[in-house]
């Protein structure tokens, strides 16, 4: 009887689990997901055709850069607020305390649920992509083997600051409501002018974002960036993630001390 | 009945609660849930609030227990403490032998919990959709879990709800979909909390006899916490009474309502003189003696030897004996006895 051996063969049920939720999820509510495909998409229109009526060739010599760095802020944007939030609302539907009682642990959980969120949210956010694409006639040069571990990178970062929130979000279950304004930051950082000021680049987002760039713009490889370069990506996303998760560690173990994991 | 506090079962226990199992004698037999000295305060200094205080109790596997008390007794910071939702000062907690301290998530994840009644399911999903994702988050395989589930399904009579999406379904329906998705994750000890709240009363009847269905099929440990005394009493093996953060008894129900049954009799009694009812108040101290006209009524609260002494000591007065009353006690009455009256 019970799980004694449940886990370890168990990993595999846990994110089919979350999977099958965010799928049924977005399925029976579709039009919350492509809601926010719109916003983006409407946002971007602003700022391209924004940006053409007054950015003259500059912009059109940088559009694939904004692009790129559009998207990026969007996925950075989503997956945090998805993941700062979803403690909040999981308290608010009195479902929290049932993932604590797992043979897997609480933080594993929300680690499951945050990269399943923020796939999610990527394909969406390539499905924006490929409208926005569509709209402005541009065409992209991805070197998938390029993109895809910067952005990774990039975004191990704002999984960091996710957890950091969602761990103060356990100890003050608001705070969730206030997660969105980072997204002001996101555009700071993603757009932040990092060429010359190397404490910037210390920054979340901001020296993936200038990888990213030098890599659409200069079509830049994964293996021709300075290896120092790229260590200080690694380190960044790394160093942010694991401090985060330390964060939230020790706020859910606070927010036990006080009986206050449940409450909302 | 009166308000006294209980006497102990036992001289020798001293402040011990009655008839408590503690996790020593109960290690012999291996139980699924054994609470050694559970201390849990909030705040500090002057502030400070003992929630849980020293609590201890052993719970055998495949027995369903009642966790009853006031509001405020300390029975959800118990539970909490135990599942390790709050960080308990001190004590230590092992479920089915592990050491919840040592080994946190192999413990915690032979538990699961209805903390929420109808608010512990994802309303957006349906009721099969929440059985497999409860499981799955458990770490079983819903695949292999599937023909389980729909049994559950039908034991607790929501086969024809399974596909439906929990928002759309009643408040009393969405009770038992909690329930159900609880008992889904193949969780070797559940606490259930208000698991009737909600229910009409055919449902509410139901589910207990499906529960009780369940444990002995499953060899589940459960533990109950109710308001309902109807549900503790039909459910329950056993029961622990909470009060002020401490276990005030930990008994089996028919030991806890036969021990109330011969705490209190009533004997109405004519044709006595004034001197012998001052006789029998001298003699039964403890006694509660009552005249009204001709009639006199001692309620007296003793075990049975010293029933019969007064019975005796009537008879030598030749007093008439018109009515002796012991009471049918209930699980409400005991429980307003042990609690000196509280809500629950």
Redesign the interface.
Known sequence: ????N??G??YG??I???V??EL??FV??PINALGGVVTFLALFLVVFLGGREFGGQAFADSLEGIIIGYFLWMLATVALIDIGQEIGREAQ???L?????????FGV?LLAKSVVKTVRVALLAGITLLVILLVTGERLRIDVLTVVPLVVLSLASVFGIGFALGGLSVLYKRIGDWIPLVQFAFVGLVAAPAAGIDWLHALPLVHGSDLLQRAMADGVRLWQFEARSLAALVATGVGYLVAGYAVFQSCQ?RA????V??DY | MTTEPPTAVDADEGDRPRGSRDAESATEASPALVVDGLT?R?GSGDDAVT?VDDVSFAIDSGSVVGLLGPNGAGKT?AI?SI?????PDSGSVSI?GIDARES???A??????M???A???????TVR?NL???A???????SAASDRHEELLEQLDLAAQGDE?VRNLSRGMKQKVSLASVLA????VVFLDEPTLGLDIESSLTLRSELRRIVAE???TVIVSSHDMSVIEDVCDRVIVMQDGRVVADETVSELLDSFETQEYRIVARGLEGTAVAAIREAFPDADVTETGDRVRVTLPATSSEFYRLVARLEAENARIDSVDSGTPDMEAAFLELTGGGDR
Do not use: C, Q
Not at chain 1, 97 to 105: D, S
Not at chain 2, 83 to 87: A, D, E
Not at chain 2, 136 to 142: E, L
């Open positions: 009887m019970g799980r004694s449940a886990v063969g168990g049920h846990l089919r689990a979350i099958e939720r049924l999820v029976r509510y539907w009195g479902t305390e049932r993932h604590f009682i797992t043979p897997f642990g959980v173990r036990r001390r006080h009986g994991l449940g | 849990k909030f929630a910071t909490k599942l390790g939702l709050v960080v089915d946190p998530h192999a915690h994840g032979r538990v699961d919990a903390l929420e009644g608010r512990n399911d994802y309303w957006r999903l959709e497999r994702y409860f799955s988050i458990s770490g079983a395989d819903p999406v994750s193949d969780a070797s499953r060899e589940l």
